[in-house]
């Protein structure tokens, strides 16, 4: 049970991620797709920074006495996934402008409704 | 550090974003400004020249390693560069060179500057050894992808751009999950450290490497999961398609020969997974030309056909013999050239007679006939009539499946070139037995940048049986060993 209890970050972390890909490829509307994009890749950040923690251990600073460190490599990376999650977002919220613009509308099916 | 030359490796790169911030300082400038275009030339035309002279000095030395910032492999980032990573960098400058030539002037600035951008993540992605800087360069392509393919004329773009970007980021982060896999396992980043760490009957290592391979058949486009492709590549313009059908998704199938053949080793574990996405090419190969027949715009046969024809290298690839791997890198050269000169045509149709119908081509013979003689050999090339590498890259296949008994592969292949010929031989036949009758195009006769990049691109095709010997040379570097 301590065992499971131990792993259940993991659960979470999948079903944050399967959550967003459902939502980004099933979803009709554009809003939501861009949405669930975000909670998908906060799931992967969730899996890198659960990666690095250790029981006990502190931030990767010399402290005198200290033990254990983290590690700060998946931190690191997961600024850069950061920085390129929001890039991406902004990308997906102009492209979804232009949607509008074009089309009036940001209903997956309604547009495709009117390209018929 | 005694000659220097390894500070040649990120030259490329440097070159490339100077170009690409260059472009993107004027973008507000309706009216052309000559610096830009002249530092946009000089950085094409020596990134080439540092890809060539660096190809040429490998040629009798061993392979360079750039630390970056001096930070030796598992604590920095590197970059590794061989004749084989060096020779797809001078396709990646050569093609680019190219399409530059052929669509400087009728780019927005901005479209310049992201083009060149794109190229600077293309040299990335091929020289770098590191798992993580692969998925931001990745990213950075990617990026610069939704920017070049959505065309503000054409809304639908911007409808098939989005799609591009969902399907785009799901596979980027199946890849980014994989690596978390991996990297728990393993606890290192760097391709060249993995090779003695990494070990495939871990079943983490086994569901991270899985993970990364479905990635990477959703960014190379493979049968179930092409759909996105067909979208994007149909509704923005030919002149950007051209580079990126002919480039862009051959960069995932290097990496994935990276990790294969360089990384994994020979290991069975690796092999069952290659022969997984292999099946998958089998259907790419013999299905995706029966849909480009049924196609009326030009770029969307086109896009059919890429998948058809990326199959084969995947296909190479999971053959996992020395024969398959150079019918697959044999295959990357030629499929690049061929489909560049393709949507060369297809951009040159829109631009004289206004849209990308199929039926234009019935005007071509009258209109140009080097443009004709250029299209007819690349269409050629792709059945695989014999002069041509196209018919090398299929018969390297077959030899290779003959020798370990792989029949359904010399069967797939078989439908494939017979399926393939019903789109490429649509295509000859509008042109040279037109049904309808030819009108008059609207505008004069193609400038010498149409004409340029279409004769040099036919040059390029024709000379590339030369490319054999090379590959035989290849053959002898340890790393890529199947």
Redesign the interface.
Known sequence: MNMLLHQLHYGIIFAL?LLG?YG??LKKH?LK?IIA?NI??VG?IF??IS?AYRKNALAPIETPGAQFYVNPL?HA?ML??IV?SL??TG??LA??L??HE??GSLDEEE?LEQ?R | MKHGIEQLVPLAILLSFIGGMANALVFHRTKKSVGVQFISWVCLLLSLTVNISMWRYLGHHKPLEYFFGGWPAPWGITFYVDRFAVAFCTLVSTLSLLSWTYSFHKQPALHRSLFFILQMSLYGMILTQDFFNFYVFLEVCSICLYGLLSDPNEPRSYLSVFRYLAVNTVAASLYLIGLAFVYSQCGSLNMSDLVSLIDLEDLPNKIGIGLMVVGFSIKTALFPLHFWLIDTYGNSKAQNTGFIASIVTKVFCIFLLRIFYSMLGHGEEALKLLSYLGILAWVSIALAPLLASKQKDLRKILAYSSISQIGYIIVGLAEGSSLGLYAAILQIFHHAVVKLTLFFVADEMNSQWGSYDVLHMANLPKHSKLITLACCMALLSLIGIPPLPGFFVKWMLIQSAMTQGHWVVIAIIAIGAMTSLLYTLRMIEIMFFPHTPWTESSSSKPHWNVYAPIAVALVLLMLQVGLLNQLLSWSQLTRYQP
């Open positions: 991620i890909m980004l490829l554009f797709k994009m998908r890749q992967v899996l890198f990666l998946p990376l850069t996934a390129v890039a991406t990308v997906a492209l979804m232009k949607i074009n089309y547009i390209q």
